[in-house]
């Protein structure tokens, strides 16, 4: 099975629609068209359409398109696409705000991957749109060889996640324990740090940009836990 075919079954438990994200979105955009990029399940996408907003949301993972798929099938107002992030050139729609949360964006490869991309969201964007993202903070952990997150315990599972940073790329692994079983998985993530984002966000033609550790909007700190940005 793929990394994120493993963790299909459990990843709404997981990861279920956050009051904290959907509040952050809110607070940039009030109503009109949005683009989920990286959608997982679509846990988050269908919160955001209940809500009222006309949701986009793209996935490339064949299990958790499924899910959305199915989320978009019982949700009016959620459209689902089985599309990459570098497939963003595929849409030719223009939207009020697209986020990429959950730490996707460094699913990419290479900076200047993570840079083009920024440049088609600019692209897909309407005047004044939001670029909202979030992604694990590297400058916290960067100088360690390995970092492990908390444990995630639920009824049936546990959920452990862990960070190699000895070379140029992460090695991030998932592993999932149940009563009578455990797998795991290992990919590569790219080490993007924040001056190499915001970097990439001005380059992009973006004029406003903010940097936060938390969707409560704590100005960012580089010993926090999370970089989120949104940039106009």
């Known amino acids: 099975m793929s990394f994120y075919q493993d963790l299909t079954p459990y990843y709404d438990e997981i990861f279920p629609a956050n009051h904290k994200q959907l509040d952050f979105i809110q607070s940039y955009i009030q109503q009109g068209d949005l683009l989920d990029v990286g959608a997982g399940t679509g846990n988050t996408a269908a919160a955001l359409a209940q809500l009222g907003y006309h949701v986009t949301a793209i996935e490339p993972e064949p299990s958790m398109y499924e899910n959305l798929k199915e989320k978009a099938q019982h949700t009016a107002q959620l459209t689902a696409l089985p599309l990459t992030m570098q497939q963003c050139s595929e849409l030719q729609d223009q939207y009020d705000a697209i986020y990429c949360i959950g730490n996707t964006l460094v699913h990419l490869n290479s900076v200047e991957e993570v ?28 100088d360690h060889k390995e970092f492990h997150f908390p444990s995630m315990v639920k009824k049936d599972f546990t959920f452990d996640r862990a960070y190699d940073l000895s070379g140029e790329k992460i090695k991030f692994t998932t592993s999932i324990t149940t009563n009578d079983s455990c797998f ?21 033609g973006f004029q406003s940009v903010e940097a936060f550790s938390s969707f409560e909007k704590t100005p960012y700190d580089p010993n926090g836990a999370a970089l989120i940005v949104a940039a106009r």
């Open 184 to 204: 795991s998985n290992t990919i590569s993530l790219l080490k993007l740090t924040a001056q190499a984002l915001l970097a990439g966000i001005n380059e992009a």
């Open 115 to 142: 840079g083009a991309w920024l440049k088609e969201t600019r692209r897909l964007l309407r005047k004044d749109g939001a670029l909202i993202i979030q992604i694990v903070n590297i400058e916290k952990i960067k």
